[in-house]
């Protein structure tokens, strides 16, 4: 029955408990109190009996403002995950590839792997950067899709806004996925999707504060958007969703942004004091994360559990022998994580 599946592998998550977290780029910042209070409220008067908005008007209208296009414009998904799957199970003949970069957001391809397509991955160079000739060796295998996350999971980096706009232009249907483009300086794509009908982007709240209500958006051409609508399963969105996100997306918008330039200011701050040990390789980021390379990854990740710090290794994706993925939490939390860091460091002659 499931023989399709056999060979599956699905996407990995941390969950060992610790005391720090900073293994799955969150907003570490709680919302305040008195938005709480509000969402509560609003909570308490929802018709649990009834289904949602099947088309999430008055959310729509509130992300269409965030994102500064037109309600028209969006496709809502149960986290941006949803997305992924819906666009991968949709798009072009099916006996055409899907095409992503490697190392990557995993779930591209485990998306193509349950629906049964064709993937066609190609290497970043050893800066996680695309390369213009292997771009060209996997187009040549005649994907109907690409996705590229910028800035790109594990990596951090944002990829050559060029090379995207290449891939495009050769007629591959083209996602950029900006899951962390909140924490970026680099221009997005919106003005790209808008204009073109081969080029979608994807956002979600889960980064800036709201992981817990699963909510992803897919922005478009109104008639790209339209279409691809169509395919999306009916009432996604839940009614909490709907009304979490309206809120928090309109009256909580100074609060994300405070996070956000926290975060942003953090991460800085730990790139750089970490760039000094002369055994440990960090990585540039554009995101609310940051990739270092350790003589050893397993042994770092496991030390670093000892003492109650949660940080992801990535080990186990191509090309990312001894890496490890570190997510920017609260101030305090960064600076345990530093001095746990350099403690151990001290212990293995990494410094």
Avoid at 101 to 107: A, E, G, K, S
Avoid at 175 to 190: G, Q, R, T, W
Avoid at 279 to 302: E, M, R, T, Y
Wanted: hydrophobic letters at 40%.
């Amino acid at each position: 029955m499931f023989q399709r599946l056999n060979n599956l592998k699905p996407y990995k998550t941390e969950t060992t408990p610790c005391k720090i977290k900073l293994s799955s780029n969150e907003d570490p910042f709680e919302l305040p109190l008195w938005l709480r209070d509000k969402i509560s409220k609003a909570i308490k008067n929802l018709p649990f009996q009834r289904y949602p908005d099947p088309h999430s008007t008055k959310l729509k209208e509130v992300l269409a403002n965030f994102y500064n296009v037109k309600p028209e414009n969006l496709v809502l998904g149960n986290g941006s995950d949803e997305l992924i799957h819906l666009l991968i199970t949709i798009a072009g003949d099916y006996n055409k590839p899907v095409m992503y970069p490697v190392p990557t957001f995993p779930m591209y391809q485990v998306s193509a792997d349950i629906v049964g397509r064709k993937k066609v991955e190609f290497p970043l160079d050893e800066n996680f950067q695309l390369k213009k000739e292997k771009i060209d060796e996997a187009l040549n295998k005649n994907p109907v899709i690409a996705f590229f996350a910028s800035p790109n999971n594990p990596t951090g980096n944002s990829f050559d806004r060029d090379l995207i706009l290449y891939t495009a232009d050769s007629g591959v249907f083209t996602v950029v996925d900006e899951a962390y483009i909140h924490f970026s300086e680099k221009k997005d794509f919106v003005e790209e999707a808008l204009k073109r009908d081969n080029l979608v982007i994807l956002r979600t709240v889960s980064k800036i504060g709201l992981a817990s209500i699963r909510l992803g958006a897919l922005i478009a051409k109104e008639e790209i958007a339209y279409e691809i609508d169509k395919a999306r399963l009916p009432f996604n969105i839940t009614y909490p969703t709907q009304i979490i996100g309206e809120i928090v997306l309109s009256e909580g918008l100074e609060e994300i942004n405070k996070h956000i330039k926290i975060i942003k200011l953090e991460r800085e701050k730990l790139i750089k004091k970490i760039s000094e040990f002369k055994k440990i390789k960090v990585f540039p980021s554009d995101a609310n994360f940051f990739l270092i390379k350790v003589p050893d990854g397993d042994l770092l990740h496991q030390k670093l559990i000892e003492k109650g710090i949660l940080i992801r290794n990535m080990s186990h994706l191509p090309y990312m022998e001894n890496c490890l993925r570190v997510s920017i939490g609260k101030p305090e939390e960064n600076s345990a994580f530093f001095r746990a860091l350099k403690q151990i460091s001290q212990e293995l002659d990494w410094i």
